[in-house]
């Protein structure tokens, strides 16, 4: 990939080791680029790459509880992020739930692509979309949708 970009990497402690291994499978296109990561799980992956001699541009904000999400949705809304992976537990209540939910709605609503699962970070990671100048993705339209212009016979 050519263009270098702002890649968001955050993670739930029990995605931690998930996202860090992740990280190095991917760090040689990571490397590439520069990472804004929420506190614990930046660290940890500044350590794997470390251990591994694997140079990259790693940015640490807060942790995810005491405000990280809301310093990349801020950054999102700057216009500052043009990737983020969240890895999220799904299966635990989280202190943090609205910073959590404004971070994932200031990716939509400013068409930051988002993704939550491992499968999707390395599809989205790897496409060549991020280098293709013709590709302009489309401005989210906000739009009341009347159903009287749709035919009813479906």
């Known amino acids: 990939m050519k263009k270098k970009l702002t890649i968001a990497i955050v993670a739930h402690d029990r995605r931690k080791a998930d996202m860090v291994e992740w990280a190095v499978f991917n760090a040689a296109t990571l490397s590439k680029h520069k990472m804004v990561c929420t506190g614990t799980t930046g660290n940890l992956i ?3 790459f470390d251990e591994k ?3 990259a541009e790693i940015v640490c904000v ?7 999400d ?3 949705a801020a950054m ?8 983020a992976i969240f890895l ?11 910073d959590i939910q404004m971070l994932l709605r200031q990716c939509r609503v400013h ?8 499968y999707s970070a390395d599809l989205m990671i790897t496409s060549t979309l991020w280098d293709d100048e013709s590709y302009v ?7 009341e949708f009347s159903r009287n212009k749709v035919n009813e016979s479906c």
């Not at 807060?62 to 990280?68: A, H, L, M, V």
């Not at 999220?88 to 609205?98: F, K, M, R, S, V």
């Not at 068409?111 to 491992?118: E, H, L, S, W």
């Open 76 to 83: 999102v809304v700057r216009n500052e992020i043009n990737l």
């Open 111 to 118: 068409n930051v692509p988002i993704a939550c699962n491992r």
């Open 53 to 55: 001699d694997i140079q």
């Open 137 to 143: 993705p489309s401005v989210p339209r906000y739009i």
């Open 70 to 72: 809301a310093e990349i």
């Open 88 to 98: 999220i537990d799904d299966l635990n209540p989280q202190p943090h739930e609205a």
């Open 46 to 48: 500044k350590r794997e």
């Open 62 to 68: 807060n942790s995810g509880p005491f405000g990280g």
